[in-house]
T-cell receptor, first 116, second 111 residues
Framework: GAVVSQHPSRVICKSGTSVKIECRSL??????MFWYRQFPKKSLMLMAT?????????EQGVEKDKFLINHASLTLSTLTVTSAHPEDSSFYIC????????????FGEGSRLTVL | SQQGEEDPQALSIQEGENATMNCSYK?????LQWYRQNSGRGLVHLIL?????REKHSGRLRVTLDTSKKSSSLLITASRAADTASYFC???????????FGKGTRLSVIA
């Protein structure tokens, strides 16, 4: 079945640095990918919709300059957390829909970011 | 995106008992899905029920959907300690749209 791969699964960084998380659709093309954030013991909150070849659409309250999204190809979207701070520590999960196939939506394994 | 509500927020039961979790949502849906998440891990897809379905079974899982009440329930029968996890419902609209997750239920099954 279709798979979405997310990398890295864990990252620890110092405050002020930037971190890039990759989300790849392995055997289908995804014109749209979705990025979620999950704080401890909370649910998944949609951060933004990543659109191939155009600007991402951000949910209310999500800073677009803080969370840079680039969807440069039909199989890859990246989320860059810029100038990370401890409050950005969270679990980030991407998902992509196999819109040309079954229409099913697949999730990556998630990336746990810890900012020291 | 608007999240649905799930209740209970936390549920603690003995092994062998049944666990029931409920989910309510606000908008029209194409389907509703239930996911499981172990602490610190990714999501595991459990079951999908379409808007024209009322009940679905998968192993020890039973899901119901009442679109008139905009609610769904997940029943886990004969629970096991390994069922301890957080459970989320997520609604799926039509088109290339994201899933909208409920707040989740943290289930603890005590051996």
């Amino acid at each position: 079945g279709a798979v979405v791969s997310q990398h890295p699964s864990r990252v620890i960084c110092k405050s002020g640095t930037s971190v890039k998380i990759e989300c790849r659709s392995l055997d289908f093309q995804a014109t749209t990918m979705f990025w979620y954030r999950q704080f401890p013991k909370k649910s998944l909150m949609l951060m933004a919709t990543s659109n191939e070849g155009s600007k991402a659409t951000y949910e209310q309250g999500v800073e677009k300059d803080k969370f840079l999204i680039n969807h440069a190809s039909l199989t890859l979207s990246t989320l860059t957390v810029t100038s990370a701070h401890p409050e950005d520590s969270s679990f980030y999960i991407c998902s992509a829909r196999d819109a040309e196939g079954t229409g099913e939506l697949f999730f990556g394994e998630g990336s746990r970011l810890t900012v020291l | 995106s608007q999240q649905g509500e799930e209740d209970p927020q936390a549920l603690s039961i003995q092994e062998g008992e049944n666990a029931t979790m409920n989910c309510s949502y606000k908008t029209s849906i194409n389907n509703l899905q239930w996911y499981r998440q172990n602490s610190g891990r990714g999501l595991v897809h459990l079951i999908l029920i379409r808007s024209n379905e009322r009940e679905k079974h998968s192993g020890r899982l039973r899901v119901t959907l009442d679109t008139s009440k905009k609610s769904s329930s997940l029943l886990i029968t004969a629970s096991r300690a390994a069922d301890t996890a957080s459970y989320f419902c997520a609604t799926d609209a039509w088109g290339n749209t994201p899933l909208v997750f409920g707040k989740g239920t943290r289930l603890s099954v005590i051996a």
